[in-house]
């Protein structure tokens, strides 16, 4: 399990692996948003359900960031099928009472880091065009992301699914396994 401590006004502690008690939490999350309809909170605990069931053969990832025996957010993401180095971050939360504090924005560069770790090239997104999804689309525009397409009327009549597409930067690809002779 990794963890990595940051500084806010609370301690955050981030983990990555899925604990039967964060299928509440990540229920109660995004609950609290009050953007999602009750059907998607029931997918977002679904993912975390299959991540505990089969673990990394899920193909979800997640982030979590606790604080003082509580969960304030989480971020879950996969590889896309059929693609080499091609993301979706799949869901991003934050408690309503920890909104506008940063976190967002460090659970979403945690991920990034992982996902650039394990190879990814790009990350895409998708999320409502609906007015009460405004800050989330300014919040993806604040960490880097752009628009790549807008499907209008995807979701309902008047409601665009607007997919965001970010590229990372690549480090040096992997050596072929040898080791360059030094030089004295």
Same mark, same amino acid.
């Given at each position: 399990?990794?963890?990595?401590?940051?500084?806010?006004?609370?301690?955050?502690?981030?983990?990555?692996?899925?604990?039967?008690?964060?299928?509440?939490?990540?229920?109660?999350?995004?609950?609290?948003?009050?953007?999602?309809?009750?059907?998607?909170? +029931?997918?977002? *605990?679904?993912?975390? #359900?299959?991540?505990? %069931?089969? &673990?990394?053969?899920?193909? /979800?990832?997640?982030?979590?960031?606790?604080?003082?025996?509580?969960? +304030?957010?989480? *971020?879950?993401?996969? #590889?896309?099928?059929? %693609?080499? &180095?091609?993301?979706?971050? /799949?869901?991003?939360?934050?408690?309503?009472?920890?909104?506008?504090?940063?976190?967002?924005?460090?659970?979403?560069?945690?991920?990034?880091?992982?996902?650039?770790?394990?190879?990814?090239?790009?990350?895409?997104?998708?999320?409502?065009?609906?007015?009460?999804?405004?800050?989330?689309?300014?919040?993806?525009?604040?960490?880097?992301?752009?628009?790549?397409?807008?499907?209008?009327?995807?979701?309902?009549?008047?409601?665009?699914?607007?997919?965001?597409?970010?590229?990372?930067?690549?480090?040096?690809?992997?050596?072929?396994?040898?080791?360059?002779?030094?030089?004295?």
């Amino acid at each position: 399990m990794s963890r990595t401590p940051q500084s806010h006004s609370s301690t955050f502690v981030f983990r990555d692996v899925v604990l039967p008690q964060d299928l509440a939490s990540i229920r109660d999350i995004a609950q609290s948003t009050d953007v999602f309809h009750p059907w998607e909170v +029931d997918i977002a *605990v679904e993912l975390a #359900e299959e991540r505990l %069931t089969k &673990g990394a053969a899920s193909g /979800y990832s997640f982030l979590f960031a606790d604080c003082q025996g509580s969960t +304030d957010g989480w *971020v879950c993401w996969g #590889e896309i099928p059929c %693609t080499r &180095g091609s993301y979706d971050v /799949y869901w991003i939360a934050v408690r309503k009472s920890s909104q506008g504090k940063g976190l967002g924005r460090q659970l979403m560069l945690l991920a990034e880091q992982h996902i650039q770790l394990q190879g990814g090239r790009h990350i895409y997104l998708e999320t409502s065009g609906r007015p009460d999804y405004l800050p989330t689309r300014r919040f993806y525009e604040h960490c880097h992301y752009r628009i790549a397409a807008e499907l209008p009327d995807f979701y309902a009549t008047g409601d665009a699914k607007v997919i965001y597409v970010k590229v990372l930067d690549q480090a040096p690809e992997p050596s072929n396994g040898s080791v360059a002779a030094g030089h004295s």
